[in-house]
């Protein structure tokens, strides 16, 4: 006898037939939604027979279009469950209610309150998964089934279970005309969801398994139908896959096309809990792994294949109470390794079978994808790549900024770009004598971003200042001075080296060296760079502590004071000084740190408090300087701004410096020796803007346009090289800001946990912002307002988050803390303590080693001294430790942030400093 799975030949014969029914034998449903008399109108058989014919499908369901859900690429679609219980109401008549419902999730209706639960993950009973599985080992399966109504399906099903022996000939009219039963659904809206796991702070934007449902765009049903029938001796099972997908009509609560079918009836069994085996079936049809199993299945084997490697990776808890649900997370960790080995093998067996099925294209392996890190072996041959993958989406890069999210996007950038810049501005001019100050950092901002915009070939990117070049600057002008060299003309050969630098490692495709850049190397000098920004911010109050001490008695001062430059005032004595800028800066730092840790927490809606803490330090900013404007009897020192487009030193220089020297000549030999400093600008230039581009290029992000390493260090370098010639300091890619920008392009699906949809890859944002923060020169009334002291809160803020997100800080604490106490992660559980201290100890060495270095006339060395550590830690450490504490400790394993946990946002993501 042929297997239930072989019977194609015999459908098709039976498809030619005509079955009889005795319209008598079948009642039709109470509401008439399946009514056989009506629908062998509908089907063209008044007489009372149906056939099984080419329907016309515009006439089941008006307005919908069925040719949009012959979509042939299978296994992409959203999968819908919805579980049906055959019930009985008041009157003993019988129909199918709606009593669940899976979009990954399940939520189930509660009959005593009448209203759906809250989302939840399925929890199933072991007995109810083993028994499913025996008995799809022995129920019909029907695959393929070429059918377009719910009678010819309910046919070809009863047809099956006969042939089969699972129903008996007798019962045939009266199982038909259950499976053909009217479907009732709850009226009541889903209820407002709470987060799937209560105990994490996550964004409180709740799940919902009806907008999963709604939002997707080539969604796929599931109909489950299951209950007690007493008029069948044994149980009866039916797996159906419809060749293509059609609208049931009123099965489902909406209209959506229907994949698969799978109907379990039979009589009351000790051992058969029907609700329970419904529950399991519709979990696994909700299951991304089992669902795509079901649409490639080409045989009843391959579906008990699927349940069998859903029942490898599912977890046993035993049967004992559970006192304290913490003890129930390590599961989370033990699940997310049985699911890694579970989707390897289902991913090459799905395109090994999908390659078999003609029309089927498929996505690129991960390998096959066109590495910008990739080298060719050609001169250029990596800036050429980097040109023709990114250059024919310029048109979109356009077009795609026509969306109101980009417009969010600019005006929040506007203000995350402008800070930094006025604030590095200020203490560049403090460490060069104004030789550079904010003027020119707003016009280097604005210059150097727009060009970056309409060339670069990753826009998302935002170029600025950051620490590490201003520890930079602060060395070589201190170098500078200490010679006699005008350190203004000095930088003019450094660009000069600059572009002859970046010139010959583009030509040789220099950037894949990136790749042996690892968290070893970044975390180090982020830490040294957070330390930095704390270090200067208390040094500075220290100097305005010594410069205006805490005095009995003060000298009579000057009426003008308060509006004082520092440059006036820097001889005299103020009272209160001192501690009205301590408190400027204190309270600067506090308000915009907890700000940010408000963004994260659980008051006001979700999209106040992200406008409240992205726009943190501008707030804080605010606050403080009308705190300062108000107190009008105590000095404080202010920004230093010119007026209009001058520069800062009007009377030294002009917005082009001589090559040659300005008031004498520039030494020869040093034109030829700036090649060294040259190549530590490149270093720390190379270092942030390559590890921010990875950053912002993750996969993670789903990017779809690529990026340019080659393409964007040219740009970056070369024109700061150009902008030294004009006094305009270097930038580089910011870090945090790039990071910030690409999140507030990032299109979120909805849901307790979001996944990223899309992101918004274009030019304009970021041209825009640019020339915002040009505009803003124009502000210099505004700009000298600003007490210095609430500067030194923005930059000890700088540093204080910066240190977030940097597991060698976690890791120092750990020194700290007894191993009981330790959290749960992977470089803690899987490396025994002492030799995870001695990790740590020996990169607090090279921190030391490297702040000493700083704290030395040999500063300019830092970055050759930084550089260093990478043999240290492939040659090095490769030896005293194992590859898989390696792993551990040193893997590049910082996630995807979109400030959806308390205390986690784009700092946590990046090793780089701000």
């Known amino acids: 006898m042929a297997s239930p799975l072989s019977q194609d030949e015999t459908f098709e014969e039976e498809d030619r037939q005509i079955t009889r029914l005795d319209p008598k034998a079948?009642?039709?449903?109470?509401?008439?939604?399946?009514?056989?008399e009506k629908r062998r109108q509908m089907e063209g058989d008044p007489e009372g027979h149906f056939h099984k014919i080419q329907l016309d499908t515009e006439s089941l369901n008006p307005g919908v279009n069925r040719k949009l859900f012959t979509n042939p690429g299978r296994g992409s679609h959203q999968s819908y469950v919805e579980l049906n219980e055959l019930k009985m109401d008041t009157t003993k008549e019988q129909f199918w209610q709606e009593t669940a419902r899976w979009v990954r999730f399940e939520e189930d209706f509660n009959e005593d309150v009448e209203h759906w639960d809250k989302p939840h993950v399925s929890y199933l009973t072991f007995s109810s998964l083993l028994e499913l599985r025996r008995t799809m080992d022995k129920g019909a399966v029907l695959l393929d089934l070429q059918e377009q109504s719910l009678v010819g399906i309910a046919s070809k099903v009863v047809d099956s279970m006969v042939k089969d022996g699972q129903v008996s000939e007798q019962d045939r009219a009266q199982l038909l005309q259950a499976l053909l039963l009217k479907h009732s659904h709850p009226k009541q809206p889903a209820s407002p969801s709470d987060p799937l796991l209560e105990g994490e702070h996550i964004e409180m934007e709740t799940f919902s398994v009806t907008q999963e449902r709604d939002s997707a765009e080539n969604a796929e049903a599931t109909v489950v139908l299951v209950g007690e029938a007493q008029f069948l001796e044994k149980p009866a099972m039916a797996f159906v896959r419809l060749k293509d997908p059609v609208v049931l009509e009123s099965v489902l609560e909406v209209e959506l096309p229907v994949r698969f079918l799978f109907v379990l009836l039979g009589p009351s069994l000790h051992r058969m809990d029907y609700h329970e085996m419904g529950r399991a079936i519709s979990t696994l049809m909700a299951d991304r792994e089992f669902n795509a199993a079901a649409y490639l299945a080409e045989s009843r084997r391959a579906l008990v294949t699927g349940i069998k490697?859903?029942?490898?990776?599912?977890?046993?808890?035993?049967?004992?109470?559970?006192?304290?649900e913490g003890r129930l997370r390590s599961i989370v960790q033990f699940q997310k390794q049985l699911l890694k080995s579970r989707s390897r093998p289902l991913e090459s067996q799905g395109e090994k079978q999908l390659s078999k099925r003609p029309g089927k294209v498929l996505p690129s392996k991960a390998g096959d994808v066109d590495d910008p890190l990739r080298r060719t072996g050609r001169p250029f041959g990596g800036l050429v790549k980097d040109i023709k993958r990114r250059y024919p989406h310029y048109i979109s890069d356009i077009t795609d900024a026509l969306n109101p999210q980009v417009l969010a996007a600019v005006i929040f950038?506007?203000?995350?770009?402008?800070?930094?810049a006025v604030t590095f501005g200020g203490l560049l001019g403090e460490k060069t004598k104004n030789w550079m100050g904010v003027s020119e950092l707003l016009v280097s901002t604005a210059v150097q971003g727009v060009l970056f915009s309409l060339v670069g070939a990753q826009p998302l990117l935002v170029i600025g200042f950051s620490g590490p070049l201003l520890v930079f600057e602060e060395a070589f002008f201190g170098f500078c001075e200490s010679q006699g060299f005008e350190y203004i003309v000095g930088r003019v050969w450094i660009g000069f080296w600059l572009i002859l630098i970046v010139v010959v490692i583009v030509a040789f495709e220099g950037s894949f060296l990136v790749r042996f850049i690892s968290r070893f190397t970044q975390e180090i000098f982020s830490f040294l760079i957070s330390l930095i920004f704390i270090y200067e911010t208390f040094f500075k109050l220290f100097k305005i502590f010594a410069q205006h001490p805490l005095l009995k008695n003060y000298d009579p001062p000057n009426s003008t004071a308060a509006n004082s430059t520092a440059s006036s005032t820097s001889n005299v004595s103020y009272p209160n000084t001192a501690l009205l800028s301590l408190v400027l800066m204190i309270g600067t730092f506090f308000i915009a740190f907890f700000l940010r840790k408000f963004k994260n927490s659980m008051f006001l809606p979700g999209t106040i408090r992200r406008i409240i803490g992205d726009f943190g330090v501008?707030?804080?900013i605010l606050i403080m300087v009308l705190i300062d404007f108000f107190i009008t009897d105590t000095y404080t020192q202010k920004l230093s701004v010119p007026s209009g487009l001058s520069v800062s030193l009007e009377d030294q220089r002009g917005w082009f410096i001589s090559p040659m020297g300005l008031e004498k000549d520039f030494p020869i030999w040093m034109m030829f020796a700036s090649v060294v400093p040259a190549m530590l600008v490149f270093i720390l230039i190379f270092l942030e803007s390559q590890i921010t581009t990875l950053i912002v290029s993750k996969p993670e992000r789903k990017m779809v346009k690529g990026s340019g390493f080659h393409l964007d260090l040219l740009l970056v370098?070369?024109?700061?090289g150009v902008a030294a010639l004009f006094g305009l300091p270097w930038l580089s890619a910011a870090t945090v800001r790039s990071v910030t920008h690409a999140n507030a392009l990032t299109v979120m699906s909805k849901g307790a946990k979001p996944e990223i949809e899309k992101v918004l890859e274009q030019r304009i944002s970021g041209m825009l912002v640019a020339i915002l923060v040009g505009l803003s020169i124009l502000m210099e009334p505004i700009l000298k307002l600003i007490p210095l002291a609430v500067l030194f809160g923005i930059f000890l803020y700088m540093g204080v988050t910066s240190l977030n997100g940097i597991q060698l800080f976690d890791r120092m604490l750990l020194l700290l803390v007894p191993p009981k106490y330790h959290p749960d992660e992977a470089y803690i559980h899987r490396v025994k303590t002492w030799r995870m201290h001695m990790f740590t100890l020996i990169q607090i060495v090279c921190l030391v080693l490297l702040w000493v270095i700083k704290s030395t006339p040999a500063s300019l060395a830092l970055p050759f001294i930084l550089i260093l550590t990478i043999p240290l830690r492939r040659f090095l450490l490769t030896r005293l430790f194992t590859e898989l504490e390696i792993k551990c400790l040193d893997a590049d394993d910082a996630k995807v942030q979109f400030d959806e946990?308390?205390?986690e946002d784009v700092y946590d993501e990046t090793q780089m400093p701000v």
């Open 26 to 36: 079948v009642q039709p449903g109470r509401s008439g939604a399946y009514d056989l």
């Open 309 to 324: 490697e859903f029942l490898d990776c599912s977890i046993v808890i035993p049967p004992c109470e559970i006192q304290n």
């Open 413 to 420: 950038i506007y203000f995350a770009a402008l800070s930094p």
């Open 618 to 620: 501008p707030i804080s």
């Open 717 to 720: 370098v070369g024109m700061g």
């Open 901 to 903: 946990t308390l205390g």
